[in-house]
Nanobody, 123 residues
Framework: LRFSCSVWGGLVQTGGSLRLSCAVSGVTFSSYVINWFRQAPGKERLFVAA????????YYAGSVKGRFTISRDNANNTVYLQMDSLKPEDTAVYFC????????????????WGKGTQVTVSS
């Protein structure tokens, strides 16, 4: 399985928006739950959001609920994370991960991981 992830929106200040996307190949995309995690410098990797196989159900960490939106396009094997009202504490490396079950929030429960993408929010 391969993840190709990118950030749209460039550098952002507090209150701004960014969009992350990850194109997934090597597996039947619609067979997997897709998740986003993030890891700030010196801290553990934490769950951010999950979306079920059909895209009809989503689950968020409390810290991002109401500000972030996860979505997926099964026709194009791509998952998105729209991040609005960004805060400096959202600064982290963001990871896309695939799992079999939904919703799961533990790092150890993920089956596949993409490489991280840096998101920096300036104050």
């Amino acid at each position: 399985l391969r993840f190709s992830c990118s950030v749209w929106g460039g550098l952002v200040q507090t209150g701004g928006s960014l969009r992350l996307s990850c194109a997934v190949s090597g597996v039947t995309f619609s067979s997997y739950v897709i998740n986003w995690f993030r890891q700030a410098p010196g801290k553990e990797r934490l769950f951010v959001a999950a979306i079920n196989r059909s895209g009809g159900s989503t689950y968020y960490a409390g810290s991002v609920k109401g500000r972030f939106t996860i979505s997926r396009d099964n026709a194009n094997n791509t998952v998105y994370l729209q991040m609005d009202s960004l805060k400096p504490e959202d600064t982290a490396v963001y990871f896309c991960a695939a799992s079999v079950y939904y919703p799961l929030t533990r790092v150890s429960s993920m089956n596949y991981w993409g490489k991280g993408t840096q998101v920096t929010v300036s104050s």
